[in-house]
């Protein structure tokens, strides 16, 4: 029984370039969400999708963010021009009808 | 502005002690509460839920809901050192779909 699965674990990038994280929810799940927590900060939400849908991006910022959950395959965060303060764990959480959320292990991303 | 507000702590206990963990949230149309723990460097792990006014027990954990004062809470029975963790309280709007919003954490330690 797996749960929410996200790769990578760790992400070091360099200022400029794009960081792709990826997340395969729990066998079942067709809700993804996408959380960030800053250092000594608390999770805020980024971004909530189903299968090829964005429902709610209400917490990502508008600019070099993006997200999506394609029909097959994981759900991806990209982040372009990265920057130091986008340097953050990333977490997915996964739900089966939009409600109780299981969250994956994280990618820690590193901008140096 | 939705909030949740949490003592950030630490909340310092024995071994064998009640920890009593508090939250407080803004918005009164919230339908659905979770509590979370988190240790170090890991990724949130779901703990209880709670959905009605009153209590629910599971185990050691009990928590408690009071719509009309906007407070919900946890009891952990005969902490253990193993218990030592961030617990974060987590609110949903209700807004017919679920995304989160944390608070800050309350940090718990354990003494044996």
């Known amino acids: 029984n797996a749960g929410v699965m996200q790769n990578p674990r760790h992400l070091v990038r360099r200022r400029g370039q794009e960081a792709r994280l990826r997340c395969s929810p729990m066998?079942?799940?067709?809700?993804v969400y996408w959380y960030r927590q800053l250092p000594e900060e608390g999770l805020k939400f980024m971004v909530y999708?189903?299968?090829?849908?964005?429902?709610?991006e209400s917490g990502m910022p508008k600019e070099r963010f993006s997200a999506e959950f394609p029909k097959e395959g994981p759900s991806i965060l990209r982040i372009q021009q990265v920057v130091r303060g986008d340097s953050a764990a990333y977490f997915c959480?996964?739900?089966?009808?939009?409600?109780?959320?299981?969250f994956g292990p994280g990618t820690r991303l590193t901008v140096l | 502005q939705k909030e949740v507000e949490q003592n950030s702590g630490p909340l310092s206990v024995p071994e064998g002690a009640i920890a009593s963990l508090n939250c407080t949230y803004s918005?009164?149309?919230?339908?659905?509460f979770f509590w979370y723990r988190q240790y170090s460097g890991k990724s949130p792990e779901l703990i209880m839920s709670?959905?009605?006014?009153g209590d629910k027990e599971d185990g050691r954990f009990t928590a408690q809901l009071n719509k009309a004062s906007q407070y919900v809470s946890l009891l952990i029975r005969d902490s253990q050192p193993s218990d030592s963790a961030t617990y974060l309280c987590?609110?949903?709007?209700?807004?017919?779909?679920?995304?989160?919003?944390f608070g800050k954490g309350t940090m718990l330690l354990v003494s044996p």
């Open positions: 066998k079942g799940h067709s809700h």
């Open positions: 709670i959905y009605s006014n």
């Open positions: 987590a609110v949903d709007p209700g807004e017919g779909y679920s995304t989160l919003t």
């Open positions: 999708l189903q299968k090829e849908n964005i429902i709610d």
């Open positions: 959480a996964s739900s089966d009808m939009g409600d109780t959320q299981y």
């Open positions: 918005d009164r149309g919230s339908q659905s």
